[in-house]
């Protein structure tokens, strides 16, 4: 089975996201291991189950940055899809990190300096998504092809999704959340230029004020 390729370290943290120890638990704070320092790198995060204590372990071939790519969170360079992960579970990406802050925004509590970047993450993270959703969609296609959802997860996505998926709701969906992303940035002063690709997406809620939509 070949090794997994992902195109940066956040978009590995996504997958592990997506992959459950055995006994259901998501959480999963690893320690990480660089196995090979020449491009591509070859990491391996490892760690224990928070519920169970089993031992758990992913092993990631981490491609390289195209020379000149801008700094800030990336989860896939360029038009490229992803390998590891499909268009039905980048949808739950997308849907789970909205519905987080939707529901954040409507407690309308403030943000306290320590909060803001995993917040900021999770803004990124509802866009981003819907980005990597739409570059497994052929030019002039009307729908997503059916080997973009090579997951059982996705699969299941897939029929539940209805309109969530066709093009024109995937763009208005891309243009409002990063309307969101630049509302946010601007509440709290956030220069893009400083932010790290190698940003952990939060596996879980920050309060977050209700100034701005997320849809």
């Known amino acids: 089975m070949p090794m997994p390729r992902a195109r940066t370290r956040s978009e590995a943290h996504v997958y592990m996201d997506l992959v459950p120890c055995p006994c259901g638990e998501n959480e999963f704070d ?3 291991d660089v196995l090979d320092p020449e491009p591509p790198r070859v990491l391996r995060y490892f760690g224990e189950c928070p519920r169970c204590g089993r031992s758990r372990e992913f092993v990631f071939e981490l491609a390289a940055p195209p020379a000149g790519e801008p700094s800030g969170f990336v989860l896939g360079h360029g038009d490229e899809p992803s390998t590891i992960i499909d268009a039905g579970q980048w949808l739950l990406v997308a849907e789970m990190s909205r519905r987080v802050l939707e529901h954040l925004a409507e407690s309308g509590e403030s943000l306290t300096a320590a909060q803001i970047p995993a917040v900021h993450d999770t803004v990124l993270l509802a866009a981003a998504a819907v980005d990597e959703i739409r570059k497994f969609l052929p030019a002039g296609a009307s729908e997503l092809p059916a080997d973009a959802f ?14 969530l998926l066709r093009p024109d709701e995937l763009a208005a969906a891309r243009a409002r959340r990063w309307a969101a992303v630049a509302e946010f940035e601007a509440l709290y002063g956030i220069d893009e230029d400083d932010e790290d690709e190698t940003a952990v997406p939060p596996a879980g809620p920050s309060p977050a004020r209700g100034d701005v939509s997320f849809r």
Do not use: I, L
Request: charged share 30%; net charge negative; glycine share 12%.
């Open 30 to 32: 690893p320690d990480v």
């Open 150 to 163: 090579w997951t059982e997860q996705g699969r299941a996505v897939r029929s539940v999704a209805g309109e």
